[in-house]
């Protein structure tokens, strides 16, 4: 493909959404011919990379996605059901049903479009026809064993339906008579809003705005045999929530504690400070709240809410807030009632962008419910601790059989006494914030690229113990596999990008994230689709131990002959694992790691100019590795290491030579040194091009025909990107300028020195931009993250 100008580069290669396009300044650079859209070049917070070629891409099987059979998924919402192996799917005016068990997903549909007459309407009350008004699913739980409970938009006008879906997920059959209840309440009006849903007993409790303007947002219990409940209308309970996640939570064994817990955002009413217009909040009712008698009459009587705080400490003593929550994940353990809760938040600051992951423990949040209640004579004072005496049963008990005293049953919240439920109504807040645990997030990520939308969190055994594997969906179809290692004695943890997933092409925001553990995979929906994603792909970390090692994926180990998933019940003799030592060369002792590995790297060719400047570029894996380098002068058989002075430069991406000489030329090896490990990770045959040679060919008068010169092939674009960034900060400009219009045989000289001069300052901006995005905040370890793209 050969691309006219430099100004449709720019697409390929800035990302969109980047409003700063790096790129037209290095454009002027290039030659007309030069077309690297394909692969494409994308940019991440860890530098330049490539995916791999189309070719590697339809090769790996690491992907499956699904996009409906109306061309248009407009996904929704998701619901993973491993008992009948399927997942169903909602989107726009449909219902899929997929198997799981098969490679032939074999979907089936249910096409359930707005009812009669609520497309016109939804379309006369001003709403858009084209994206709100239409049923988008927004609501898919299992409810019994033969029926699903799905609710939808309905064109603004929200609608509930029990599909049928047997016992193995056959959807459709049964279904064209089914009876379609109101959703007002359980399910948004609008196709996108915030909204959070669990099923417990029967029952749906939502968190979302109940009414076609959006001004009447709520908590609602509704369905089963009880009469509907909800929140009051108050600021205090609720002021402008976005809802995240809702969760049933057991407290103990008897099942009247168990409570719902829903997790939101929302403003804070009269914010104390300015800091904090928006903050992050756990709150929780009892599953058995059946309202007040005569006070809160089918309202919320164990409402109460906290803080959940998420925060690092900053040097000057100023903590960096995170407090827009984004997405919530439960890591299950085996009782159930202490799920570990992890936590995505990003910061609402436009100084500042960050995501950050903290985990909070149930043993926290309980105490915190159990703690004072936040409050204050008047708005005009200050909140504080209420240390008055609060009434029994303290309000936020569930009644059970703990709350029943010898002359008084308290068998439901009808029961409570008056001055109780006065009390809850004017106290909804907790004093103390729920803090992390260790008081500070697991994981935090500033100055990527996109934001993170969404969170899956798999605890992974490997041989040197257990590991959290992070799944991160970006708003740019992409998600990041992050594993975070607690070193001993160390303060932060260390977090390691393992790969970048390039789930979807185009950068759509991640939705929706579900993991199968059980399959070992990972399904991410964005508006676009619903992608199938295997968790690892071991064989792409290479054919050597060292090189699984390094890798550090928790899930692969090397298996005596390949790098491939570890099983902890494995019968392989030589499992040898590197997530925490990360020292290849004591893991794989037994393995062969006396010799070089060259035999997958490739041999690169570089032509110089004499008395010019040139590049070998050589970046390792790790910042720990130290490099060497050495060079064979043939036909000498000896390696030597390359003396390095003013002349020849090492610098952290490779070898800058200023000047080059003749007898520079030679095969130079780049090896890196780690935990005692030595890799060869380049190795490049350097031509000088003689002076009189280049005379020839850049002819400074008019005349003879020059005669070709020996023409390289143009490789790898990086290459030439990193040259070219090298060359820019030695701010000699015009080397630039040499160096690109000598590398293009073939091409004639480039006459853009005006040009070149104006952009001076912003080429130097690319390099600082660079610089900036290279920074690896947090000990975060310079892997290039790998990349996979959907087949
Ligand atoms: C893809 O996966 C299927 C099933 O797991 C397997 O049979 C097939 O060989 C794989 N293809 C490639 C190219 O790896
Ligand atoms: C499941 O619920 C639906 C809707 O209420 C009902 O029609 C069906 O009989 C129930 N199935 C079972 C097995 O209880
Ligand atoms: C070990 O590596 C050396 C050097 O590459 C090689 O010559 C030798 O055959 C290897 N031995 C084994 C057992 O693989
Ligand atoms: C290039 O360097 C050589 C010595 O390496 C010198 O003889 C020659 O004059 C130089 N040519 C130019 C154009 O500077
Ligand atoms: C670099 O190459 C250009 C073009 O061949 C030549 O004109 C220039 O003199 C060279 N620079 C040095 C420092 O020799």
């Known amino acids: 493909m050969a691309l006219d100008g430099c100004l449709l580069l720019c697409p390929c290669l800035a990302p969109a959404g980047d409003s700063t396009c790096l790129l037209p300044t290095l454009c002027l650079l290039l030659p007309p011919s030069w077309a690297p859209c394909e692969p494409s070049l994308e940019l991440t917070a860890w530098g330049w990379h490539f995916p791999p070629s189309l070719a590697d891409l339809l090769g790996t099987n690491r992907s499956i996605l699904f996009f409906g059979h109306r061309g248009f998924l407009g996904f929704r919402s998701l619901y993973l059901d491993e008992y009948r192996d399927r997942l169903f799917i909602g989107g726009k005016d449909v219902l899929y049903s997929l198997r799981l068990d098969r490679a032939n997903a074999d979907p089936k549909e249910i096409y359930w479009p707005p009812l009669p007459g609520q497309t016109e309407e939804c379309f006369r009350k001003g709403k858009d026809p084209g994206t709100d008004c239409a049923n988008y699913i927004r609501v898919l739980h299992p409810y019994n064993r033969t029926h699903l409970l799905a609710c939808g938009t309905g064109a603004f006008h929200p609608v509930c339906a029990f599909v049928y879906v047997g016992h193995r997920g056959e959807v459709g059959q049964h279904h064209r008579g089914v009876s379609v209840e109101p959703g007002r309440g359980?399910?948004?009006?609008?196709?996108?809003?915030?909204?959070?849903?669990?099923?417990?007993?029967?029952?749906?409790?939502?968190?979302?705005?109940?009414?076609?303007?959006?001004?009447?947002?709520?908590?609602?219990?509704?369905?089963?045999?009880?009469?509907?409940?909800?929140?009051?209308?108050?600021?205090r309970l609720l002021n402008d929530p976005k809802f995240v996640a809702a969760h049933m939570i057991p407290d103990n064994d008897d099942g009247d504690n168990d409570k719902a817990y829903f997790f939101f955002t929302e403003k804070v009413v009269e914010a104390d400070s300015k800091e904090h217009t928006i903050v992050s909040r756990v709150m929780r009712v009892c599953v058995n709240d059946a309202g007040g008698q005569r006070v809160?009459?089918?309202?919320?009587?164990?409402?109460?809410?906290?803080?959940?705080?998420?925060?690092?400490?900053?040097?000057?003593?100023?903590?960096?807030?995170f407090d827009e929550l984004e997405d919530v994940f439960l890591l299950r353990m085996k009782d159930g009632k202490s799920p570990e809760i992890y936590a995505l938040f990003s910061t609402t600051s436009h100084v500042f962008q960050g995501s950050a992951v903290c985990v909070y423990r149930m043993a926290d949040i309980r105490e915190v419910f159990n703690g004072p209640f936040a409050h204050r004579e008047s708005p005009h004072h200050q909140w504080g601790a209420y240390e008055g005496r609060v009434p029994y049963p303290r309000p936020g008990v569930c009644p059970s059989k703990t709350t029943n005293q010898p002359r008084r049953q308290y068998s439901t919240t009808k029961d409570f006494p008056d001055e109780v439920l006065h009390f809850t109504r004017a106290h909804p807040l907790m004093y103390k914030p729920v803090y992390p645990r260790h008081r500070r997030p697991l994981l935090v990520k500033t100055d990527l690229p996109h934001r993170l939308r969404q969170l899956v969190v798999d605890r992974v055994e490997a041989e040197d113990g257990q590991h959290d594997v992070f799944f991160l969906g970006t708003d740019a179809g992409s998600v990041l596999k992050v594993v975070v290692l607690q070193q001993t004695g160390a303060y932060t943890p260390e977090d390691i990008v393992l790969e970048e997933l390039q789930v979807f092409k185009v950068p759509v925001p991640i939705t929706q994230m579900e993991i199968s553990v059980k399959r070992q995979v990972l399904y991410v929906g964005s508006s676009l689709g619903v992608a199938q994603v295997q968790l690892h792909q071991c064989?792409?970390?290479?054919?050597?131990?060292?090189?699984?090692?390094?890798?550090?994926?928790p899930y692969c180990s090397w298996d005596g002959s390949a790098c491939t998933r570890y099983q902890p019940s494995g019968k392989h003799r030589y499992r040898r694992h590197g997530t925490r030592h990360n020292n290849p060369a004591h893991q794989c002792l037994d393995q062969n790691l006396t010799g070089e590995r060259l035999g997958s790297i490739e041999e690169k060719v570089l032509y110089g100019a004499e008395n010019n400047s040139t590049f070998l570029e050589c970046v390792p894996r790790s910042p720990q590795a130290s490099v060497q380098w050495f060079v064979q002068r043939p036909p000498d058989e000896q390696r030597d290491e390359v003396k390095t002075d003013d002349r020849i430069l090492q610098t952290e991406q490779g070898l800058l030579f200023r000047r080059l000489h003749r007898h520079d030329a030679g095969i130079y090896y780049c090896k890196t040194l780690e935990h005692g490990f030595t890799?060869?990770?380049a190795k490049t045959a350097l031509e000088v091009i003689?002076?009189?040679?280049?005379?020839?060919?850049?002819?400074?008068?008019?005349?003879d025909e020059p005669?070709?010169?020996?023409?390289?092939?143009?490789?790898?674009?990086?290459?030439?990107?990193?040259?070219?960034?090298?060359?820019?900060?030695?701010?000699?400009?015009?080397?630039?300028?040499?160096?690109?219009?000598?590398?293009?045989?073939?091409?004639?000289?480039?006459?853009?020195?005006?040009?070149?001069?104006?952009?001076?300052?912003?080429?130097?901006?690319?390099?600082?931009?660079?610089?900036?995005?290279m920074a690896k905040p947090h000990g975060e370890?310079?892997?290039?993250?790998?990349?996979?793209?959907a087949t």
């Open 679 to 681: 890799q060869t990770m």
């Open 707 to 773: 005669p070709p010169l020996p023409c390289p092939k143009p490789q790898a674009p990086k290459a030439w990107f990193k040259d070219i960034m090298h060359l820019i900060s030695s701010h000699n400009l015009r080397r630039v300028e040499e160096y690109c219009t000598r590398f293009w045989c073939g091409s004639r000289p480039y006459h853009r020195k005006s040009k070149l001069g104006q952009d001076k300052h912003a080429l130097a901006g690319v390099d600082t931009g660079k610089k900036g995005r």
């Open 186 to 235: 359980r399910c948004p009006h609008e196709p996108s809003g915030a909204f959070a849903s669990t099923l417990i007993g029967g029952e749906l409790y939502t968190g979302l705005t109940a009414d076609f303007l959006g001004h009447d947002p709520g908590i609602f219990r509704s369905m089963g045999t009880r009469s509907a409940l909800r929140t009051e209308v108050d600021q």
């Open 690 to 703: 003689a002076s009189e040679q280049l005379a020839h060919t850049f002819p400074r008068g008019r005349g």
């Open 296 to 321: 809160l009459v089918n309202k919320w009587s164990t409402f109460n809410k906290a803080r959940l705080v998420c925060s690092v400490p900053g040097p000057d003593g100023i903590d960096t807030y």
């Open 781 to 789: 370890r310079s892997r290039v993250p790998r990349q996979a793209v």
């Open 539 to 553: 064989e792409t970390y290479g054919t050597a131990c060292a090189e699984c090692c390094l890798a550090r994926d």
